[in-house]
């Protein structure tokens, strides 16, 4: 079974561009979650999507948007993108997330720096 | 505030001995989980604990939850070279997110 793929894996950008970032879920998955993973912060959660539906979200500006579609793929948006913004963000997946305790399955991550 | 401490942030063993990792957390949560991550890479799922009392195995790793207690331990029994890596802890307090701590690099040296 292939694992949870995310793209692109490595990305530089400038301030106040935007970026769009990628995840593919394991097959049969419906729900994504995605992280920010900083030096100073750590892991934050940014949202989780299920069934293109976002369930929950996490404390970001509203800069950080996502979305999933109908095969469950999902993406994250930044926009107006903020030298804090560097940083590794994961995605996970699972059969029904978080509110059916299922265990997650990460993806490789996208590495981010903004200039 | 939801937090999620862990200690040692750092922790440096010999192989052979055996060592633990505390995880505490703010308020009342039975949902626990334990992640290994090595340096460049992602995130691995160790464990799942899911009650209090709850208590599981995977080779040199153990885990257990005392939720009266807000701690979860995460035991390294004669500890190897290959478990050299960074251990986060993660709890949902009941909103369906996941809180994590700061996270233990574990050096295991010969």
């Known amino acids: 079974k292939a694992g949870v793929t995310q793209t692109p894996r490595y990305l530089i950008k400038t301030r106040g561009q935007q970026v769009t970032l990628s995840c593919s879920p394991i097959?049969?998955?419906?729900?994504v979650s995605w992280y920010q993973q900083t030096p100073g912060q750590g892991l934050q959660f940014l949202f989780e999507?299920?069934?293109?539906?976002?369930?929950n979200k996490g404390n970001f500006p509203g800069r950080f948007s996502g979305r999933q579609f109908s095969n469950s793929r999902s993406e994250m948006n930044v926009s107006t993108l903020e030298l804090g913004d560097s940083a590794l963000y994961l995605c996970?997946?699972?059969?029904?997330?978080?509110?059916?305790?299922?265990?997650?399955?990460f993806g490789p991550g996208t590495r981010l720096t903004v200039l | 505030e939801l937090k999620v401490e862990q200690n040692p942030l750092f922790l440096s063993m010999q192989e052979g001995k055996n060592y633990t990792i505390y995880c505490n957390y703010s308020t009342t949560s039975d949902r626990l989980y334990w992640y290994r991550q090595d340096p460049g890479k992602s995130l691995e799922s160790l464990f799942v604990?899911?009650?209090?009392?709850a208590v599981k195995q995977e080779g040199r790793l153990m885990a257990s939850l005392d939720t009266k207690a807000r701690l979860s331990t995460l035991h390294i029994t004669a500890a190897v070279h290959d478990l050299s890596a960074t251990y986060f802890c993660?709890?949902?307090?009941?909103?369906?997110?996941?809180?994590f701590g700061t996270g233990t690099r574990l050096t295991i040296i010969p």
């Open positions: 097959s049969g998955h419906r729900s």
């Open positions: 604990l899911l009650s209090n009392g």
């Open positions: 996970a997946s699972s059969l029904r997330g978080l509110a059916g305790t299922d265990t997650q399955y």
């Open positions: 999507y299920f069934s293109e539906t976002q369930r």
């Open positions: 993660a709890v949902d307090f009941g909103n369906e997110k996941l809180t």
